[in-house]
Each structure stands twice: as structure tokens, then as C-alpha cells.
């Protein structure tokens, strides 16, 4: 095994050092006044436990599978004997980068209010290492499950030769991914259900009816909001970046060992190893950058954009020059060329985030023209908010669609003219994919940017409830409107993500066809041995081509399911959140004193019923993404599930960027008016502002529920079809 490798698990134990330094110094912050602690423990509880309730049900449906797999692959035959194992591992992994993401964030929030007390930069500093945590555990996480399933299959697996080998490891690699993605589907719904349902309920009583301020104490609904802010942004986005961030590696890795077969296991190995080796040079430098990011007392979102940039784009650099080290060292003939395409995925990753920010930020036209639409009330709000949105997806569409075609041509050296031969179709793919984990490489910094969002949010929160001065929510709302461009940011970067990874993953799904069927002595594909078959023998033999009903049928399937998986989950967040408007009002209305600051609340009720909602409501969305792939290529065989796997792709990329968009700027509309932006007259409770918090309202599904959930939805079904390759083989009807 090349010495290199073992920069991967040393890298990983890096970020888990830093991550752990992070939470050290955090905790030894003061936490404040006797009210900030008790506010703080009130989230601390509420996030604990339903996470706890979380856990159980996702155990549950984790055993049920687990043991599927185990029947198809010790009964019948049709499954790689390692799945079930690398299922529940991949599962358990993701699960705890996002219990310890939360963890963090619920101990950090008060203490950030408390920093900004002394200063802005004293809690931008707290609220963003905090974050850091967080990204530094994924990542860290990650690298070290990839570098230990890498280290026992090599150790247990045989096979013919050593080139077969290395190309059963890195698919079944791939099951582990599927175990994560499966628990991110069950984080990011059940979380965002959880957290949109509370506060869509607190601002449409406490806001709009009552004309009560954010995060009032008052409100019942206010400590469930602040609990939903940690279990759905920050576990949830924790489960689903872990599952990206690897989903990106593994695929990479199972195309290097295909593409690179006829090379022999040499250069099978180094192209496996490629992918690790860019990844761990990337949580090295996040862990650099992530020192680099402060600001000066006063700063505006301008300034504070500013120095998150220095922190994000000195990571994205520092990658791209790391990429043509490690090909370089791997001995790449084309090595230079590689690397161009790792900077290709770098680059759209940049530009994606760019375009986020300047829709989404109000620093920019496009929100404070949304802002400016409230005059003339919340239905031009809505309407302004929709057709941003739209328009939004023209950038990141193309910057994906640019670095697929420079990626896959960089690979193949610019041989357009027989681009799509055997061997060059295997190199592009390689190349797509390694400009996917070029994206990702940064992600330790990147995701910091990200969870950073929910603490500054939670650490505003603290510092209304526990009646602080109006200069410290001053500081809290500059840090938490700067986290609604981040948060909407990392959304960005991990819908691009998942695109270029899901491209990736079809490639990795032929590959696991090609295996299922040579598991049948002297099987053939097109006529040729399965084992040597390319990509386009598999296509030839299944007949995937766009005259194919199957592969049509595929396709609208594949469109329709990320519009019914938003249909569902939008919906479950309008059911829940009108339960917690009923709880609110019916409060209000029997304990004497609420409103005049006399009576306490019933948090409790409100927490009950967000997390009642949220483990009811997740179950459906969830099974249907498993289920429909298995459906799919049971009856329809493996053109219908590459036919739903483009349709699911291109579908929801789009959509998942139109509603992040929306809901970021609905949400920061609504904060440039709260800052006075548009006149004496028209700030915090006046019509204007009553018209964006009802957008607001709107696109807080939008952003933190449906949209967030689609980029796992994408790359779930490919995982499922991926890891069901045997049964479609085994019993397809078409």
C-alpha cells in the first residue's frame, strides 16, 4: 500500500484534535448572567431530548434495513456480505457528527451573547470556532471511517485478481455511504420540520398578531424555535455535509479503480488514493483558515462578509495549489491537467457561494428591492421573493454546467474529437468527480461558515430573553443576519456538491452493475467479460438510450419526486406549524399575564408538540425515497433507474437552488427593514415590516426544510440503486 494513505487518517485525527481544542476553549468562555444559563439550558434540554427521540426511530428503520441487506446478500446472494455492516457504520458516523455539532452549538449560543457584551468580534470569534466544531467533526469524521473501511476490506476481501479487488472494495465502500445519506434524509426532514413548525408559529402569532419582538419571552413558542435553530441547522446540516463530503471521496474512489483497470492495480491505487489524499490536505488548511477569520467593533455586513471571505477563500486557494502537489506525487502522467479539474470544482463552488450572497444578503440590490416590494403589502413580498429565486438558478446552473464540461475535458487531455470513446468516457468521469471532492475540500471552513449561522441566531434569542442591552441584540442581529447569507451560502455550495457527486454516482452505478452481473460464472455484457466491460458495453447491453421508454419513464419519475418530496415536506411543516399556532393562541387566551410580562409560559408544550410533529411527519417523505429507486428498477431495470437518477438530478438541483434563494432573502428583507433601512415609519411593527415576516414565513420551509433536503434526496436514490444493483439485475420486469 503506497505511505501515502496514511496522511488520511493522520489528517483526520488533525480535525478531530482542532474540533476538540474549539470546544475547549468554548466552554471555557462565561456563559453570563443566572437568566443566560437558564435560557441556555431550557434549548440545551429541549434539543437533547428530542434528538434522543430522533435517534430511536431512525435505530429502528436502520435495523430493518440492515437486516434486509443481510437476507439479499446471506440468502439470495444478490449483495455484496459487507453492506449490511458498512450501512450501519456509514449511519452511525453521520449521526454522531451531527449529535456533536449540536451539542457545541447548544453550550455555544449564550456564551457568544455573552461575548458580545465586550465586543462584536469577541462573539463573531465564539460563535464562529463554535461553528468550526462542528465543520472540523464532519470532515474529521469522515476521512477516518473512509481510511478504516479502506484499511479491513483491504485485509479481508478476495477476488480473482488484485485489479477485481480494488473495484469490489471502493463499491462496497460505497454502501457506507448510503447508511449516512439515509440518516441526513432523517436529520434534515425531521429537523426541519421540527425547527420551521416552531417558528413560523411564533412569528405569526407573536409577530404579526401581537406585535410582540423576536425572540421574546413571552412568546411560548420562542424556546421550541431556539431548540429547532440546533436540531435541524445544525444536526441536520451536520448529517447531510458528512454524507456529501464522503459520498463525493467514495465515488471518486470507485471510478479511479474502474477507469484506471486496464492500468493495473498500481495506477488503480493511486487514483483511489487521490481523492483521500485532496480531501485530507483540505481539512489541513481549513484548520489554518479557520484562524485567519475576525473583524473590527462596528463592522457591517459588509465588512463581516468580508472576513468570512479572507477565511473561506484562502482555504479554496491554498486546496486548488494542494491539488497539483498530491497528483503530482501520485505520479499522474497527466497530473497538471487533473489538477485543473479539482480547480474547476473549486471554482464553481466559489462562484455558486458568490451568486448565493449576492441574492440572498442584503448588502445587494436583489434583497433590498425585496424589501422595498413590502409597501405595497406581503403579496408582492411573495411574488418579488419567487421570481428572485428564480432567477437565481441561472448562475449556479451554469458554473456547474462549465466545471462538468472543463472537468471531464481537462481529464482527457482536450481530446474532443474522441471524447467519448471507452477509456476517454471513464477519464472524464474521473474527472468530474475529483471536481467534486475539489469542492468539498474546503469543507471544514465552509461548514463553520455554515453552523456558525444557528449560534449567532440562538445567541440573539439569549440575549432578548434574558433582557440584555439593546447594543448586545444589536451585535447579535448583525452576526445572525450575516448567518442567513452563510447558512444560505453553504446550502449553495452543498446543492453544487451534490450535483457534480450525483454525476459521479450514475458512473458508480454501472460500475455496480457490471459487478452484480459478473457475480454469474463466465457472465457477458455486449459479448464482452463483465469484469473488463466499459461503461458504454453496460449502456449498449441495457439499451439506455433517450428512444427508451424506460429510461423516459425514468426521467419524469426521477422530475416528479423531488417536486412530491417538497410537496410532502412543505406540507407537514404547515400542519405542524398550525398546531403551534392554535398552542400559542389558546395560551395567550388562559394564562392571565403573558402579555404583560406577569405569567410564565408553557415552553414545555410548545417543545412537545414541534418534536410529536417532527417523528411523525419525517417517516413518509424518508420511505419514499428509499423505496422508489428499489420500485423503479424492479420494474423498469436499470435504464428506468438511470432514467430516474438524471430526472431526480436535474429536477431537484434547480429546485433545491430556487428555494434556498427565495428563503435567505425573504429573510434578510425582513432584517434590512427591522434595521431602518427604509425610512422613519417603516422599521420594526409597521406594515412593511408585518408584510416580510410574512415572507419570511413562507420561505422559512423553503430554506431550512424542503430545499436543504432535496441535495440528500439526489444522492440517496442514487445510493439506494446503487446498493439494490443485484436485486434490478436479479428481477427486472423491463
Not at 30 to 38: A, F, I, V, W
Not at 199 to 214: F, N
Request: aromatic share 8%; proline share 3%.
Amino acid at each position: 500500500m503506497n505511505s501515502l494513505f496514511y496522511f488520511v487518517p493522520a489528517a483526520s485525527l488533525v480535525a478531530l484534535f482542532f474540533a476538540w481544542f474549539f470546544y475547549h476553549k468554548m466552554r471555557q468562555e462565561d456563559e453570563g448572567t443566572p437568566k443566560m444559563k437558564e435560557i441556555a439550558k431550557y434549548v440545551r434540554e429541549g434539543a437533547m431530548a428530542y434528538l434522543k427521540q430522533q435517534y430511536k426511530v431512525v435505530t429502528i428503520v436502520f435495523v430493518i434495513l440492515a437486516v434486509f441487506f443481510a437476507i439479499l446478500a446471506y440468502v439470495f446472494h444478490v449483495q455484496n456480505p459487507w453492506v449490511p455492516f458498512a450501512f450501519l457504520t456509514g449511519g452511525f458516523f453521520s449521526g454522531l457528527a451531527g449529535f456533536i455539532g449540536m451539542k457545541t452549538a447548544t453550550y455555544a449560543s449564550g456564551r457568544t451573547a455573552n461575548a458580545a457584551r465586550r465586543s462584536l468580534n469577541a462573539g463573531l470569534k465564539v460563535a464562529f470556532r463554535s461553528g468550526a466544531v462542528m465543520g472540523l467533526t464532519v470532515v474529521g469524521l469522515g476521512l477516518l471511517d473512509i481510511a478504516l473501511w479502506w484499511l479491513i476490506l483491504n485485509a479481508f476481501v478476495v477476488d480473482a485478481t488484485e485489479s477485481q479487488k480494488l473495484v469490489v472494495i471502493t463499491t462496497t465502500m460505497l454502501t457506507f455511504g448510503m447508511g449516512a445519506s439515509t440518516q441526513a434524509l432523517f436529520a434534515r426532514v425531521g429537523g426541519g420540520i421540527y425547527t420551521k413548525a416552531a417558528d413560523v408559529g411564533a412569528d405569526i402569532v407573536g409577530k404579526v398578531e401581537t406585535d410582540l419582538p423576536e425572540d421574546d419571552p413571552r412568546n411560548p413558542a420562542t424556546i421550541a424555535d431556539n431548540v429547532g435553530d440546533n436540531v435541524g441547522d445544525v444536526a441536520g446540516m451536520g448529517a447531510d455535509l458528512y454524507e456529501s463530503y464522503c459520498g463525493s471521496i467514495l465515488s471518486t474512489m470507485a471510478l479511479g479503480a474502474s477507469a484506471f483497470y486496464a492500468a493495473g492495480p498500481d495506477m488503480q491505487i493511486r487514483a483511489i488514493l487521490a481523492p483521500m489524499l485532496i480531501a485530507a490536505f483540505g481539512v489541513v488548511l481549513s484548520v489554518v483558515s479557520v484562524f485567519t477569520v475576525r473583524t473590527r467593533e462596528g463592522a457591517g455586513m459588509a465588512q463581516l462578509l468580508k472576513s468570512m471571505s479572507v477565511g473561506t477563500n484562502l482555504a479554496a486557494v491554498l486546496s486548488g495549489i494542494a491539488a497539483f502537489v498530491v497528483l503530482r506525487l501520485l505520479g499522474f502522467s497527466n497530473w497538471w491537467q487533473l489538477s485543473c479539474s479539482v480547480v474547476a470544482g473549486l471554482l464553481a463552488g466559489v462562484i455558486i457561494g458568490k451568486a448565493t450572497e449576492y441574492y440572498t444578503s442584503h448588502s445587494y440590490k436583489p434583497t433590498q428591492k425585496l424589501a422595498e416590494a413590502s409597501e405595497t403589502g406581503p403579496a408582492t413580498v411573495i411574488i418579488n421573493g419567487v421570481g428572485l429565486g428564480m432567477l437565481s438558478t441561472a448562475i449556479p446552473v451554469i458554473a456547474i454546467v462549465c466545471a462538468i464540461i472543463l472537468a471531464y475535458l481537462f481529464a482527457i487531455n482536450f481530446d474532443i474529437a474522441n471524447m467519448m470513446t471507452a477509456e476517454n468516457l471513464s477519464h472524464g468521469l474521473y474527472g468530474v468527480a475529483i471536481a467534486a471532492v475539489g469542492m468539498l475540500s474546503t469543507l471544514g471552513i465552509t461548514l463553520a461558515t455554515d453552523a456558525y449561522g444557528p449560534i449567532a441566531d440562538n445567541a440573539g434569542g439569549n440575549a432578548q430573553m434574558s433582557e440584555l442591552d439593546p447594543e448586545v441584540r444589536e451585535r447579535t442581529d448583525v452576526l445572525d443576519a450575516l448567518g442567513n447569507t452563510t447558512a444560505a451560502t453553504g446550502k449553495g455550495f452543498a446543492i453544487g456538491s451534490a450535483a457534480l457527486t450525483a454525476l459521479a454516482l450514475l458512473a458508480s452505478y454501472i460500475e455496480e452493475i457490471k459487478i452484480a452481473i459478473g457475480r454469474t460464472a463466465g457472465a457477458l455484457i455486449n459479448g464482452v467479460d463483465a469484469a473488463s466491460a466499459s461503461i458504454l458495453d453496460v449502456l449498449s447491453e441495457f439499451n439506455v438510450s433517450l428512444m427508451n421508454p424506460a429510461v423516459l419513464g425514468g426521467v419524469f419519475i426521477g422530475a416528479m419526486m423531488a417536486f412530491l418530496f417538497c410537496g410532502l415536506t412543505m406540507n407537514a411543516v404547515g400542519r405542524a406549524a398550525g398546531k403551534m399556532v392554535e398552542e400559542v393562541r389558546r395560551q395567550f387566551r388562559t394564562i392571565k399575564g403573558i402579555l404583560t410580562g406577569e405569567g410564565t409560559p408553557d415552553y414545555k408544550r410548545c417543545v412537545e408538540i414541534s418534536t410529536k410533529a417532527a417523528q411523525h411527519e419525517m417517516l413518509l417523505p424518508a420511505l419514499i425515497a428509499i423505496i422508489t429507486p428499489v420500485i423503479t428498477g424492479i420494474v423498469l431495470g436499470v435504464a428506468g433507474v438511470l432514467g430516474l437518477l438524471i430526472g431526480g438530478l436535474g429536477a431537484g438541483f434547480v429546485l433545491a437552488v430556487f428555494m434556498s434563494n427565495s428563503g435567505g432573502a425573504w429573510d434578510n428583507a425582513k432584517k434590512y427593514v427591522e434595521e431602518g433601512h427604509l425610512g422613519e415609519g417603516r422599521g420594526k411593527g409597521s406594515e412593511c415590516h408585518h408584510a416580510t415576516v410574512v415572507g419570511d414565513t413562507v420561505g422559512d420551509p423553503f430554506k431550512d426544510t424542503s430545499g436543504p433536503s432535496l441535495n440528500i434526496l439526489i444522492k440517496l436514490m442514487s445510493m439506494v440503486s446503487i446498493v439494490m444493483a443485484g436485486l434490478t439485475v436479479a428481477c427486472h420486469i423491463l
